[in-house]
């Protein structure tokens, strides 16, 4: 069974650019999480999303963060401008349901705001 | 609100050596807990957890963990290290009343095993 897939793996762009991270979560995971990992430090919640509706988006900095799962299948990440801020590993993760135990982490992308 | 504490962000063990990781949470219900470890460029895989039932738990790679209610802790050890265990270690909690099981992160303890 294949696992989270996020692409791109590594991305570097200038502050004030646009960016976007792809995630395709495991076949049949109705939850979907995006979590932001700054150096040094552990993930923390972007928002998640059931299904195509996003349930819980309070820690996404809407300013410039935005995020959609249409067809509540893959989902996308965007930064619009991204700042120096910004630079971190990006995680995707799912699970099969709501209020299943367990969440399956991508690989992330490891975004370099310049 | 919950919170993780991880003591010691660094941890040099020998190979074959006793590996212990400690974390403690702060929460206002019991939680699920969780340890997940991530190697170098890679994602977080999960190692253990435990939601109820027997408070020692057994995860994958040799490790286990004991949820202590009283102590309000989840340390994670490993009797004999291992050159494949340098990576760094998570330790997270979720609110099983809350939906969709959001994890809170502690800060990491990064192992490093010395031949």
């Known amino acids: 069974e294949a696992g989270v897939v996020q692409s791109p793996r590594y991305k570097i762009i200038e502050k004030k650019q646009p960016v976007a991270f792809w995630c395709n979560p495991i076949?049949?995971?109705?939850?979907l999480y995006w979590y932001r990992q700054n150096l040094g430090q552990g993930p923390e919640l972007l928002i998640r999303y059931e299904n195509e509706e996003a349930v819980d988006d309070s820690q996404l900095p809407k300013d410039r963060f935005s995020a959609e799962r249409l067809k509540g299948v893959d989902s996308t990440l965007k930064i619009q401008p991204a700042e120096l801020g910004d630079s971190a590993v990006y995680l995707c993760?799912?699970?099969?349901?709501?209020?299943?135990?367990?969440?399956?982490f991508g690989q992330g992308t490891r975004l370099t705001v310049v | 609100a919950q919170s993780v504490t991880q003591l010691g962000s660094h941890v040099s063990v020998s190979e074959g050596a006793l590996v212990l990781l400690r974390c403690n949470y702060s929460?206002?219900?019991?939680?699920?807990l969780f340890w997940y470890v991530q190697y170098p460029n890679q994602g977080l895989q999960l190692l253990l957890k435990y939601t109820t039932g027997a408070t020692l738990v057994k995860g994958i790679n040799g490790f286990e963990a004991e949820f202590k209610k009283s102590e309000t802790s989840f340390h994670l050890t490993k009797p004999s290290a291992h050159m494949s265990d340098a990576a760094e270690y998570f330790c997270?909690?979720?609110?099983?009343?809350?939906?969709?099981?959001?994890?809170?992160f502690g800060g990491g303890t990064r192992v490093l095993v010395k031949p």
């Open positions: 076949s049949g995971h109705n939850t």
């Open positions: 929460s206002s219900v019991p939680p699920y």
């Open positions: 993760a799912s699970s099969p349901r709501t209020g299943n135990t367990e969440a399956f």
């Open positions: 997270a909690v979720s609110d099983p009343l809350a939906a969709g099981n959001k994890l809170t």
